[in-house]
Antibody
Framework: EVQLVESGGGLVQPGGSLRLSCAAS????????MNWVRQAPGKGLEWVAN????????YYMDSVKGRFTISRDNAKNSLYLQMNSLRAEDTAVYYC???????????????WGQGTLVTVSS | EIVLTQSPGTLSLSPGERATLSCRAS???????LAWYQQKPGQAPRLLIF???SRATGIPDRFSGSGSGTDFTLTISRLEPEDFAVYYC?????????FGQGTKVEIK
């Protein structure tokens, strides 16, 4: 059974940093592209970042470029999102999401974690 | 950026009725790279449809997707109690990949 479990969310002041983690199990993690998608309270979904199965390519939404870094450790079946210079508008539930096909970048998501809430406030 | 506009914002229907949800794109969505997701309160989204009309694994056949270009539709043929939720469309053909704002299907 595919499982994605996020952790690391919490309350942080504007300008602060946070590192999110996503523990994957039940599939060959090192074969799949992975993503972070966020959802502000009461709002819709917003794609944040994407990483190739081997970590060699990374993509970001414009508003987080230079502030967020996506990474992965395939030996630990884990995905990460390092978030720096956080702003109030980054407040959201952050979901870890898998793309459906091995080795192929498709940009839609067949499995999602339950999410971790990040609140940026003073 | 491709903007996806979903309508209506809220759909009030009774179990057993047919639901028709619309997703309109500001530009043509290449190769029908459009997906639909269902989200219930406090839960993660669930993939329903990809490629505009292909059902994801385990999705009941009362869910169907159609459309091309800029106009797409999700149809739920007969609403079951568990289908009352928020539905999002997503285009994945062009960067940045974007979602619609959602349609809430509520019990009338």
């Amino acid at each position: 059974e595919v499982q994605l479990v996020e952790s690391g969310g919490g309350l942080v002041q504007p300008g602060g940093s946070l590192r999110l983690s996503c523990a994957a199990s039940g599939f060959a993690f090192n074969d799949y592209y992975m993503n972070w998608v966020r959802q502000a309270p009461g709002k819709g979904l917003e794609w944040v970042a994407n990483i190739k199965h081997d970590g060699s390519e990374k993509y970001y939404m414009d508003s987080v470029k230079g502030r967020f870094t996506i990474s992965r450790d395939n030996a630990k079946n884990s995905l990460y999102l390092q978030m720096n210079s956080l702003r109030a508008e980054d407040t959201a539930v952050y979901y870890c999401a898998r793309e459906p096909n091995r080795w192929i970048q498709l940009w839609y998501f067949d499995f999602w974690g339950q999410g971790t809430l990040v609140t940026v406030s003073s | 950026e491709i903007v996806l506009t979903q309508s209506p914002g809220t759909l009030s229907l009774s179990p057993g009725e047919r639901a028709t949800l619309s997703c309109r794109a500001s530009q043509s969505v290449s190769s029908s790279y459009l997906a639909w997701y269902q989200q219930k309160p406090g839960q993660a989204p669930r993939l329903l449809i990809f490629g505009a009309s292909s059902r994801a694994t385990g999705i009941p056949d009362r869910f169907s997707g159609s459309g091309s270009g800029t106009d797409f539709t999700l149809t739920i043929s007969r609403l079951e109690p568990e289908d009352f939720a928020v539905y999002y469309c997503q285009q994945y053909g062009r960067s940045p990949r974007t979602f619609g704002q959602g349609t809430k299907v509520e019990i009338k």
